[in-house]
């Protein structure tokens, strides 16, 4: 089987490879994904001598943690043939991506995967949150606050004005948002004003300056709103202004990719009534590969912290990053140093984006010493070196708001 890097003109043979292997999948819609010249910087096919059997596409991604930009490389599409699964394809073709990757100076890899558990034999670990929320109009509360912006909405496909609204509310998100925003290649930013089902709605000031956006679409009497976000609580309120004005044509909606910590409380003002009900579905899915550990520790480690841990990081795939890291005092380093804990680069994960406490994991077992079934579960009072490890890396909302 060989492996190599492929271009544009495989096209057409990756899009009958994804036909075979997802069901969701719809060629029509993804055309311009697949034109688009961005898209083909990373993508990687694998060969049975000159049969492609396999595809990956893997692209530049720039991501903020803990409000910190990192280059990321983003995995958007991973397929193999039927007749050629369970043969360690997409593992060979990941660590060629990783090898790649890590020579451009990037430490990590993002995706949303099809199987969770195979990619954490990988060494992925679930990075952001992110709720789906689906309710009936009933439940929406009639509270608005006077706002005094104005809503600007229509079709996005073929609307310029639309499109400038929308990239200049993506940018003032990315600049002021604490949530995990992203910015990516044209491919996959741009696709939204390709797809002529959507529609997209910007909340502005008297200035012209955004305070929130909505992307979504509508089908027999429900509302699929594929984004939604806002800067203040007069975007959020004018965004509600919008919704509410469409009493009479929608019944339904389902809000996808929420943030864990979405202001229910101003939107609803019940979560049942009369039959009726607001469901939450954890939709959780991002998932990240740390490749080099200690650059990516440095970086997000609160430095004002006093007092040290030393973590002994597991990486079956990796063998390089299988070391021990002394991570406080403002440092990170590789050290010889007995360990304080074994934590596998899965497990890194959620501790470093700020998903999960250092308690939360040492409670789960994830953050090791010793055996993990002597784990109490039931006192309040934590080892002070997990006490330690909060300080350094605090759990916060974590939301992949691209």
Same mark, same amino acid.
């Given at each position: 089987?060989?492996?190599?890097?492929?271009?544009?003109?495989?096209?057409?043979?990756? !899009?009958?490879?994804?036909?075979?292997?997802?069901?969701?999948?719809?060629?029509?819609?993804?055309?311009?994904?697949?034109?688009?010249?961005?898209?083909?910087?990373?993508?990687?096919?694998?060969?049975?001598?000159?049969?492609? !059997?396999?595809?990956?596409?893997?692209? /530049?991604?720039?991501?903020?943690?803990?409000?910190?930009?990192?280059?990321?490389?983003?995995?958007?599409?991973?397929?193999?043939?039927?007749?050629?699964?369970?043969?360690?394809?997409? #593992?060979?073709?990941?660590?060629?991506?990783?090898?790649?990757?890590?020579?451009?100076?990037?430490?990590?890899?993002?995706?949303?995967?099809?199987?969770?558990?195979?990619?954490?034999?990988?060494?992925?670990?679930?990075?952001?949150?992110?709720?789906?929320?689906?309710?009936?109009?009933?439940?929406?509360?009639?509270?608005?606050?006077?706002?005094?912006?104005?809503?600007?909405?229509?079709?996005?496909?073929?609307?310029? !004005?639309?499109?400038?609204?929308?990239?200049?509310?993506?940018?003032?998100?990315?600049?002021?948002?604490?949530?995990?925003?992203?910015?990516?290649?044209?491919?996959?930013?741009?696709?939204?004003?390709? /797809?002529?089902?959507?529609?997209?709605?910007?909340?502005?000031?008297?200035?012209?300056?955004?305070?929130?956006?909505?992307?979504?679409?509508?089908?027999?009497?429900?509302?699929?709103?594929?984004?939604?976000?806002?800067?203040?609580?007069?975007?959020?309120?004018?965004?509600?202004?919008?919704?509410?004005?469409?009493?009479?044509?929608?019944?339904?909606?389902?809000?996808?990719?929420?943030?864990?910590?979405?202001?229910?409380?101003?939107?609803?003002?019940?979560?049942?009534?009369?039959?009726?009900?607001?469901?939450?579905?954890?939709?959780?899915?991002?998932?990240?590969?740390?490749?080099?550990?200690?650059?990516?520790?440095?970086?997000?480690?609160?430095?004002?912290?006093?007092?040290?841990?030393?973590?002994?990081? #597991?990486?079956?795939?990796?063998?390089?990053?299988?070391?021990?890291?002394?991570?406080?005092?403002? #440092?990170?380093?590789?050290?010889?140093?007995?360990?304080?804990?074994?934590?596998?680069?899965?497990?890194?994960?959620?501790?470093?984006?700020?998903?999960?406490?250092?308690?939360?994991?040492?409670?789960?077992?994830?953050?090791?010493?010793?055996?993990?079934?002597?784990?109490?579960?039931?006192?309040?009072?934590?080892?002070?070196?997990?006490?330690?490890?909060?300080?350094?890396?605090?759990?916060?909302?974590?939301?992949?708001?691209?």
């Amino acid at each position: 089987m060989e492996i190599r890097r492929i271009d544009s003109s495989y096209k057409d043979k990756i !899009v009958e490879i994804f036909l075979m292997s997802f069901e969701y999948f719809e060629p029509e819609e993804s055309e311009f994904f697949f034109s688009d010249p961005s898209l083909w910087e990373y993508v990687w096919g694998a060969f049975d001598e000159e049969k492609l !059997v396999a595809a990956y596409i893997s692209y /530049k991604y720039l991501a903020k943690i803990r409000t910190k930009p990192f280059e990321c490389r983003y995995v958007e599409a991973v397929a193999t043939l039927p007749e050629y699964r369970r043969r360690g394809i997409t #593992k060979a073709i990941l660590l060629r991506d990783i090898q790649e990757t890590l020579k451009s100076g990037v430490n990590i890899i993002m995706l949303d995967p099809f199987k969770h558990d195979f990619y954490v034999r990988l060494g992925f670990g679930l990075g952001f949150e992110s709720l789906e929320l689906t309710f009936d109009f009933s439940l929406l509360s009639d509270e608005l606050e006077d706002d005094d912006l104005k809503i600007v909405s229509g079709k996005l496909l073929n609307n310029e !004005v639309m499109k400038t609204l929308i990239e200049e509310a993506r940018k003032v998100l990315w600049e002021t948002s604490r949530y995990t925003e992203a910015l990516e290649i044209a491919a996959c930013s741009q696709e939204i004003f390709h /797809k002529k089902e959507l529609f997209g709605v910007v909340a502005i000031d008297a200035n012209g300056s955004p305070h929130g956006m909505m992307v979504y679409s509508k089908k027999e009497r429900k509302m699929l709103i594929e984004s939604f976000s806002f800067v203040d609580l007069a975007g959020l309120f004018a965004l509600k202004r919008f919704i509410l004005s469409h009493r009479d044509q929608i019944a339904t909606f389902e809000m996808r990719t929420m943030p864990p910590d979405f202001p229910i409380e101003l939107f609803f003002h019940s979560r049942w009534q009369a039959g009726k009900e607001l469901k939450m579905i954890d939709a959780s899915s991002r998932m990240v590969r740390i490749l080099h550990p200690l650059p990516v520790i440095s970086k997000l480690m609160d430095r004002s912290v006093r007092g040290n841990v030393v973590l002994k990081v #597991k990486d079956e795939l990796l063998s390089q990053n299988n070391c021990k890291i002394l991570v406080g005092n403002g #440092k990170a380093e590789i050290t010889e140093a007995t360990e304080d804990f074994q934590i596998a680069i899965s497990d890194l994960v959620p501790l470093l984006t700020g998903r999960l406490s250092a308690t939360r994991l040492w409670r789960l077992g994830k953050l090791l010493t010793g055996s993990r079934k002597n784990i109490p579960w039931g006192i309040s009072e934590v080892p002070e070196k997990v006490s330690i490890l909060d300080s350094i890396f605090p759990e916060i909302i974590t939301h992949n708001a691209v």
